[in-house]
């Protein structure tokens, strides 16, 4: 079976009539746009104004959703695909000619003064309410037709291509490397998987190979997180949002009170993490905490390795245990070559998954090297895909979730396999996979913290003007600090800002915390399914399919949580602190 994903669903290639024809239809929508929403707004009955509003979003969403796609896809794999990229531009500018329909209905709608009464008198209308509704909330923070028409346009060549560069940078780089005694010209996602290695002299070498390679480049990429982050900054200014940070709350659907009751049950929880990480260390050899480059490593006699089939199972076998829906869901992933497997030169490092809206499937992006970890990321990513194909169900505007609700079903669903891993194995190797688990959860709690901190220092710095790359270095290394604390030696990760892509994500500042909030959530939702057994599952899956049209708030309230609660966070970290000592434990007796 093929390693790599199938984009045939879509198009054959660039060349295809199909494509072909396709795209000159993008154009002809975006072309027509702006006419039909003003055309749409002289209809005399409201009512009619927001249905044929409604209709011609979902007729451009369908339309765009094929191309944008393929070529996002395409790139992601390749980012010498020449054709691609100049899609993806060009998708960018065909967006900004649309920008000034949107906010023409925006600033119509916001002037409705009974938009609730409207709403009310038909089921369509109903289905799209909190959609409409955000509408009218970012209103507040619009400017005029024309300057938001422009910023979308310079944009192109501001952020947009800001982040295409770094992309293009770093899933280019390749640097030798020493494993044992041979040298090899890797690239970096290889060199950084060498992390997992049992050997801890490879491990060393992966890791100075690692930042040898970001020194050479990091001008570049400071460059871009300068770029994107200032643009950030300005726009906040021009729009009247206090600050980044409230832009990404208001449109995670967040409030700030949640956020702030997680963040402060994580500080608290610091000091169990770095517990962890000291005694790893001293199971490593190390007498004063990790040297980052040990964060990784493997622990125990036995080496827990899982190829990709043998991985495959793994998560088949426990998603069936929990229900045969999300089994079949999967197979069918696996089946129709959803899933693009291995490293390689040109392909973005790290895992994700998409919604193809078109064919109302999903695709997954991997760098498989055969640990368990890689089969637990297997897992998380079929996670995000089994949360898309619940949102499929329902309309199309509404498919979609706001941020920290977007890692929900994923960390779900690394759960189930964890749990099943470290149940199944004999105690030397449930030591091993229970570190694995706790290594995951110290990335997402402490890690994501530090990340948090740092992009918080950075908009603070960079209003001052453009940092260095050394700068750059300097917040992270002071962000690991207060996050790790004594867990870490000095030896850190000073260019860990370069290897993240969510701070190159134009509009998507803070895209860290919502990791936090998601292995947290599931945790809790984790034990409410311990709890109701099979009564669970489907409040489960119409929390997934209700995420792209309730707050935060009002999601988790589908199954009686109270995220703005401190209370909910301690009990979920409670778990994580339990599982700590279990380590401690079964690490001192072997």
């Known amino acids: 079976m093929s390693l790599e994903w199938s984009l045939s669903g879509l198009f054959e290639s660039f060349e295809d009539p199909k ?10 929508l975006a072309g027509d746009h702006n006419r039909a929403i003003e055309d749409i707004l002289k209809l005399e009955d409201p009512k009619e104004v927001i249905k044929a509003y409604l209709n011609q979003s979902m007729a451009v969403r369908q339309a765009f959703a094929c191309i944008s796609s393929f070529a996002n896809l395409s790139f992601s794999t390749d980012s010498a695909n020449k054709d691609a990229l100049k899609y993806i531009n060009q998708l960018q500018g065909l967006g900004s000619q649309m920008v000034k329909g949107g906010v023409l209905f925006q600033k119509w709608l916001s002037n409705l003064k009974n938009l609730d009464q409207i709403l009310d008198q038909d089921d369509f209308l109903k289905e799209h309410k909190a959609m409409l509704e955000q509408i009218v909330e970012k209103n507040k923070y619009s400017l005029d037709p024309q300057a938001e028409t422009i910023i979308s346009q310079m944009r192109r060549t501001g952020a947009y291509s800001w982040d295409t560069l770094q992309k293009k940078t770093t899933s280019g780089i390749t640097e030798e490397v020493e494993i044992k005694g041979e040298i090899k010209t890797l690239p970096l996602q290889s060199i950084r998987n060498l992390a997992f290695e049992k050997d801890q002299a490879t491990r060393k070498a992966g890791y100075e ?12 990429s400071a460059a871009a997180l300068n770029g994107i982050k200032g643009e950030s900054l300005t726009l906040c200014d021009l729009k009247g949002f206090e600050s980044p940070l409230d832009q990404t709350l208001i449109n995670s659907r967040m409030s700030q009170a949640t956020l702030d009751a997680m963040l402060s049950a994580i500080k608290d929880y610091l000091p169990k993490f770095r517990a962890y990480m000291r005694r790893k260390a001293e199971l490593l050899g190390h007498s004063n905490g990790l040297p980052f480059y040990d964060v990784f490593a493997p622990v125990g006699k036995e080496d827990i390795s899982y190829p990709y089939e043998e991985g495959k199972t793994l998560v088949l076998e426990q998603f069936k245990k929990y229900s045969d829906r999300l089994h079949d869901f999967a197979k069918r992933a696996f089946d129709n070559q959803w899933i693009d497997v291995e490293p390689k030169k040109g392909k973005r490092g790290g895992a994700f998954c998409a919604q193809v809206m078109t064919l109302k499937e999903s695709r997954i992006l991997l760098n498989y090297t055969g640990k368990l970890n890689n089969a637990i990321t297997l897992a998380h990513e079929l996670g995000h895909a089994y949360h898309n194909e619940n949102m499929f169900q329902g309309a199309m505007l509404n498919v979609g979730a706001p941020m920290p609700l977007a890692e929900t079903a994923s960390i779900f669903c690394e759960t189930i396999v964890k ?11 449930a030591m ?57 030696t000095d030896v850190k990760h000073p260019y860990m800002w370069m290897n993240k892509v969510h701070y190159y994500m134009p509009s998507r500042d803070f895209y860290n915390f919502p990791y ?75």
């Open 19 to 28: 494509f072909i024809e396709a795209f000159e239809s993008c154009k002809t």
């Open 209 to 220: 190979a690692e930042m040898k390679a970001y020194k050479k480049h990091d001008y570049i």
């Open 419 to 429: 749990k099943a891993a470290i149940e199944a194995a004999s105690p030397q190797a």
């Open 432 to 488: 091993g996979i229970l570190e694995v688990a706790i290594q995951g959860y110290n990335q997402v709690i402490v890690d994501i913290y530090a990340r948090f901190l740092f992009e918080s220092a950075l908009f603070e710095a960079r209003k001052n003007g453009p940092l260095s790359p050394d700068d750059i270095c300097q917040l992270m290394l002071e962000a690991q600090e207060a996050s790790y604390g004594n867990g870490l």
């Open 516 to 590: 936090a909030f998601g292995l947290l959530f599931a945790k809790g939702l984790y034990g409410k399914y311990q709890d109701m057994g099979d009564s669970f599952k489907p409040k489960f899956d119409e929390l997934l399919a209700s995420t792209g049209k309730m707050t935060v708030e009002e999601a988790a309230a589908l199954l009686d949580i109270d995220v703005t609660d401190k209370a909910f966070w301690n009990q979920s970290l409670d778990v994580i602190s339990e599982e700590i000592d279990a380590f401690i434990t079964l690490s001192q007796q072997a």
